[in-house]
Nanobody, 119 residues
Framework: QVRLEESGGGSVQAGGSLRLSCVASGSNYRCMGWFRQTPSKEREALLTICDGSPFYADSAKGRFTISQDNSKNAVYLQMNRLKSADTGMYYC????????????????WGRGTQVTVSS
C-alpha cells in the first residue's frame, strides 16, 4: 500500500474548472486514479491510469482529463465545464487493479478532497 494525499478541491461556479492533484508516498501500484462519492451515489470511478494508459468512466468522458507525472508519483484530474451534479468528495486511489474502474480493486485511498459546484 501507499499513502495518498489529494489537494485542489474547493468551490467553483457551474461552468468553471478545477485541477485536483494526488501524490503517492511510493510507486507500489499499477493503477492510480480518481473516484467520486456524492450524496446520491455510491463511490464511482471517474478515470484511472494503469501502466501509462488512461481509462475513463462514461461520466468523465468529454469534460475530465487525467494525467500523470511518474517522477513525482502524482496524478492530476483536470475538470472542465463543471456542473452542480459534480459536487461531491473526490478520492485518489492506487492499486494493482484488474477491473480498473472497480473501486474494490484499489487498496490505497486518500482522505478525499471536497468539490462544490454552485449553480
Amino acid at each position: 500500500q501507499v499513502r495518498l494525499e489529494e489537494s485542489g478541491g474547493g468551490s467553483v461556479q457551474a461552468g468553471g474548472s478545477l485541477r485536483l492533484s494526488c501524490v503517492a508516498s511510493g510507486s507500489n501500484y499499477r493503477c492510480m486514479g480518481w473516484f467520486r462519492q456524492t450524496p446520491s451515489k455510491e463511490r464511482e470511478a471517474l478515470l484511472t491510469i494503469c501502466d501509462g494508459s488512461p481509462f475513463y468512466a462514461d461520466s468523465a468522458k468529454g469534460r475530465f482529463t487525467i494525467s500523470q507525472d511518474n517522477s513525482k508519483n502524482a496524478v492530476y484530474l483536470q475538470m472542465n465545464r463543471l456542473k452542480s451534479a459534480d459536487t461531491g468528495m473526490y478520492y485518489c486511489a492506487a492499486g494493482y487493479a484488474d477491473r480498473v474502474l472497480d473501486p474494490g480493486e484499489y487498496n490505497s485511498w486518500g482522505r478525499g478532497t471536497q468539490v462544490t459546484v454552485s449553480s
